[in-house]
C-alpha cells in the first residue's frame, strides 16, 4: 500500500519560505514512470497544482507559481520536498502531495497539511 505523509511549519511569516516534506511508504520515487506533486485546495477554489518532481528527478512547474517554487527530493529517505519562497496571506491554505502516472489522475494523496501565512 502507497502513503504519502505531508509535515512540515504550519505557521510561517509573511515574505519567509515555506517548506514542505512528502515522506512516500509502499513505492519508491526513482520508479518508473511516476510524477510526484504538490497541490493546494486555497479556501473556496479548486484544486491548484504547484509542480511535480519525476522519477528522474526532473521538474515542472506552474506558471503561476515557478518564480516561487523549487520542488527536491532525497531518494536515500524516499522523500520529496516544496520549497515556496516570498509567501503571502494569499498562500495559506491545505497543501497536499500526490503520486500519478504520466498523463492519468492522480492515484494516492497525502491526507493534506494546513498552512497559515501570518505574522
Known amino acids: 500500500q502507497v502513503q504519502l505523509q505531508e509535515s512540515g511549519p504550519g505557521l510561517v511569516k509573511p515574505s519567509h519560505t515555506l517548506s514542505l516534506t512528502c515522506t512516500v511508504s509502499?513505492?519508491?520515487?526513482?520508479?518508473?514512470?511516476?510524477?510526484w506533486s504538490w497541490i493546494r485546495q486555497p479556501p473556496g477554489k479548486g484544486l491548484e497544482w504547484i509542480g511535480y518532481?519525476?522519477?528522474?528527478?526532473?521538474?515542472h512547474y506552474s506558471p503561476s507559481l515557478k518564480s516561487r517554487t523549487s520542488i527536491s527530493r532525497d531518494t536515500s529517505k524516499n522523500q520529496f520536498a516544496l520549497q515556496l519562497r516570498s509567501v503571502t496571506p494569499e498562500d495559506t491554505t491545505v497543501y497536499y502531495c500526490?503520486?500519478?502516472?504520466?498523463?492519468?489522475?492522480?492515484?494516492?494523496w497525502g491526507q493534506g497539511t494546513q498552512v497559515t501565512v501570518s505574522s
Open positions: 509502499g513505492a519508491s520515487i526513482t520508479t518508473k514512470y511516476y510524477y
Open positions: 500526490a503520486r500519478s502516472s504520466g498523463g492519468s489522475r492522480y492515484d494516492y
Open positions: 518532481i519525476d522519477y528522474s528527478g526532473g521538474t
